[in-house]
């Protein structure tokens, strides 16, 4: 009896916490790209994120945050920003609502059909004076919600690299 207690007490504690798992993860899919996997200081990389609605009901809400890789944090020779975002639908390209480790959600435009996806592209910008010869990298954390009153949580997502090189 004491057992079943303390499964009961553990199953409701994930519940009211959102620890427990509401949804599959074939529900939205997360991908990365990168236009180049070098860079030198000056130079640009193109990340491309694309939120895929695998499931049957529309994608109504997205929330995602984007920082960078612990070990991009301990080379502080690497500078960069975030310069540009655009969205890429099926009827073409528009600039994005915000750019860097913001709430990148609201950029992937409003409802997300079933069987759609949704490409949003940040300009990353490394300074003229950044270090050489290190990697950037991001990782991402993201929630969507469903128009049958599921969601998703998903993260950490890794993006590809980018290496700084020296020219």
């Not at 992937?108 to 490409?119: D, E, H, K, V």
């Not at 010869?133 to 590809?160: C, L, M, Q, R």
């Amino acid at each position: 009896m004491r057992r079943l207690g303390l499964a009961t007490v553990l199953g409701f504690f994930l519940a009211v916490f959102g620890l427990a798992p509401s949804a599959s993860a074939a529900d939205a899919d997360l991908t990365f790209a990168t236009d180049s996997a070098t860079t030198t200081p000056g130079g640009t990389v193109k990340l491309s994120m694309t939120l895929t609605n695998n499931k049957t009901y529309d994608i109504l809400f997205v929330y995602q945050t984007i920082d960078p890789t612990w070990l991009t944090t301990q080379r502080p020779d690497l500078k960069y920003s975030f310069t540009d975002c655009s969205l890429t639908t099926d009827t073409g390209s528009t600039p994005c609502s915000g750019t860097g480790p913001a709430n990148l959600g609201p950029n992937y435009g409003a409802t997300i059909p079933p069987g759609q996806s949704r490409t949003v592209t940040l300009t990353l910008q490394v300074t003229a004076d950044s270090g050489c010869n290190g990697n950037i990298g991001f990782y991402t954390y993201y929630y969507a919600e469903f128009s049958d009153a599921t969601n998703i949580s998903g993260g950490p997502v890794y993006t590809p690299e980018t290496r700084v090189l020296c020219a």
